[in-house]
């Protein structure tokens, strides 16, 4: 009985730690830079963008991208304004896509855009993907191919990528890091990172990585 009533105690010490530590130690930092990857810069063959989220799926008016896709596409502008790539590729379901395209567009990037509609996952980007540049015309027999997705994203995105056969380097866009350094926000950016070590995990475990 009394080992019974240990447990609530001992979980809410444990709860009490755990909130101390994600609120006011630098703990979402550090598991944050394991997921972290890489930071190219430069010209290179393709750049593939990864879609996150959608608010409002579809393709109409009233499509509207999630803040990690609207984030992912921000960031993709400015370094097209810089960097020069044959073939960018926008990677998402249900209009996202579409949408991010439309998103570049009218962000002044020139540049033809293909649009790949149907993955919903981070597997089904890089296979889907793959089939896509297998038959564009141009690209040298080992492109350069870039992946542009959140910081959080990036390991998972890079691994599955290389695991269909495509060497690949990668633009983390700073979303949980930014996140982490404000204390409102702080928990969001826990939580994320969290739910992409059980990602990552999965994905080891089923040999996807």
């Not at 596409?73 to 097209?80: F, H, P």
């Not at 890089?126 to 141009?138: M, N």
Request: include cysteine; aromatic fraction near 12%.
């Amino acid at each position: 009985m009394i080992g019974v009533l240990r447990l609530p105690r001992a979980f809410c010490m444990l709860l009490g730690i755990l909130l101390l530590a994600v609120s006011f130690t630098p703990l979402v930092a550090w598991m944050s830079s394991y997921l972290e990857v890489d930071w190219f810069q430069g010209n290179a063959n393709v750049l593939v963008v990864l879609g996150g989220s959608m608010l409002v799926d579809g393709t109409g008016p009233r499509a509207t991208m999630g803040y990690d896709s609207y984030l992912r596409c921000t960031y993709a502008s400015w370094i097209l304004q810089r960097d020069h790539y044959s073939y960018i590729v926008l990677s998402g379901p249900d209009g996202l896509a579409q949408a991010m395209a439309e998103y570049l567009a009218a962000h002044g990037v020139k540049e033809p855009l293909l649009t790949e509609n149907s993955a919903r996952t981070t597997w089904q980007n890089a296979e889907f993907v793959k089939k896509i540049l297998d038959h564009q015309p141009g690209l040298p027999v080992h492109p350069t191919i870039v992946i542009l997705t959140s910081d959080y994203h990036s390991r998972r995105a890079r691994l599955v990528f290389e695991h269909w056969g495509m060497p690949v380097r990668v633009i983390p866009v700073p979303d949980v890091n930014k996140r982490q350094a404000f204390p409102a926000q702080r928990w969001s950016a826990f939580l994320t990172v969290v739910d992409e070590y059980v990602k990552l995990a999965g994905y080891k475990l089923e040999g996807k990585i």
